[in-house]
């Protein structure tokens, strides 16, 4: 499964993928109920999913090369089922699901490929996952143990929405001729949606407003969005 902003709308689809992901069972049955009319079912659909008002949403199909239209429509109105928090209404993303299957007397070998997840296991058994802007004037990296996993995801998808406040930040804590570069490291808790306690480290050369700022911008995390952990978020300004 892939999830892209559709054209013309603003983008939410880091948002929008976590509910969409939860329909995934329901996708799989009608795959699954596909494969018993005929074994050689497959190819690719999308969709178009749109957030409506009170979490609400709707879905329609943009393509169809898998030859099975029950399939599709089954499909279809299982992501109608959606419930979208925190995406305003109208906003759009397009799903695209690539049905491949292994074996054509096997429902076994048949699989829904998921989107992969920003979120990589490190040699050490923790976890990690990393962004910056088009061109590199922010980065970030979060990190913390295995269990951390969804609540890394969570927070990644909202950094990476929300890097005008960054950029603000970066912007404030420069100077004439000295842009602010360097790493604030943020040890945060995050409890109950929100993060509650957090403690910063920074280089000198970030400057002494850039702690402040960041912590500030932070705290305007979505709330109902963030899983509770124990995690570790590094964010570089870069050099121009």
Not at 125 to 141: A, I, K, L, P, Y
Request: glycine share 10%.
């Amino acid at each position: 499964m892939a999830v892209a902003v559709a054209p013309g709308s603003p983008d939410f689809a880091v948002r929008m993928s976590e509910p969409v992901r939860k329909q995934m069972p329901g996708i799989r049955t009608c795959f699954g109920q596909a494969m018993v009319r005929s074994a050689q079912v497959q190819g690719r659909a999308v969709f178009e999913v749109e957030a409506l008002a009170h979490g609400r949403s709707r879905a329609r199909i943009t393509s169809n090369r898998t030859g099975d239209q029950e399939m599709v429509e089954c499909m279809r109105a299982s992501l109608a089922q959606v419930g979208f928090q925190g995406v305003p209404r109208g906003v759009r993303s397009l799903i695209t699901l690539d049905l491949t299957n292994s074996s054509a007397q096997s429902q076994l070998g048949a699989r829904v490929q998921e989107v992969e997840s920003p979120v990589k296991a490190l040699p050490d058994g923790h976890v990690q996952s990393e962004g910056s802007t088009q061109q590199g004037e922010v980065q970030f990296r979060i990190s913390g143990a295995a269990g951390a996993r969804d609540a890394i995801e969570s927070l990644h998808g909202d950094v990476s929405q929300r890097f005008a406040g960054l950029l603000d930040c970066r912007r404030k804590s420069s100077r004439k001729n000295h842009p602010a570069t360097g790493t604030i490291t943020l040890k945060l808790s995050i409890q109950e949606g929100k993060v509650t306690k957090m403690r910063s480290k920074a280089d000198r050369s970030v400057g002494y407003k850039a702690p402040g700022c960041v912590m500030e911008w932070l705290g305007r995390a979505e709330r109902t969005h963030l899983r509770p952990a124990e995690v570790e978020l590094a964010i570089t300004f870069g050099k121009d």
